[in-house]
């Protein structure tokens, strides 16, 4: 398949229900960045065929799924976030405390 731009390279690789993974290869570091920011796809391979690794967040877009497996990213979906902000210094004159 032959294209004669970036965006059309883009356009036609986006156009697919589908978007687990895909690559590019090229030399030029700032077209690599664009195009891997434009592709709608869960893993963008540059310059690497070889991209599955545990330590990497495994998953697609699209049809392909919604949600990361491995690695830390993959427990989100079975983790409550809660923040707890505890003072351990002087209370602050003025402001009510708890006894």
Do not use: Q
């Amino acid at each position: 398949m032959s294209f004669s731009s970036e965006a059309e390279a883009v356009a036609i690789a986006n156009d697919t229900p589908n978007g687990l993974a895909s690559y590019i290869y090229t030399k030029d570091l700032g077209r690599a960045w664009r195009v891997a920011e434009a592709l709608e796809y869960g893993i963008v391979g540059v310059n690497e065929g070889i991209i599955s690794t545990h330590l990497a967040p495994f998953g697609g877009v699209k049809e392909s799924g919604l949600g990361r497996e491995g690695s830390h990213y993959g427990l989100d979906d079975y983790l409550e976030l809660k923040y707890i902000c505890l003072g351990l210094g002087d209370p602050i004159p003025g402001l009510p405390t708890m006894t």
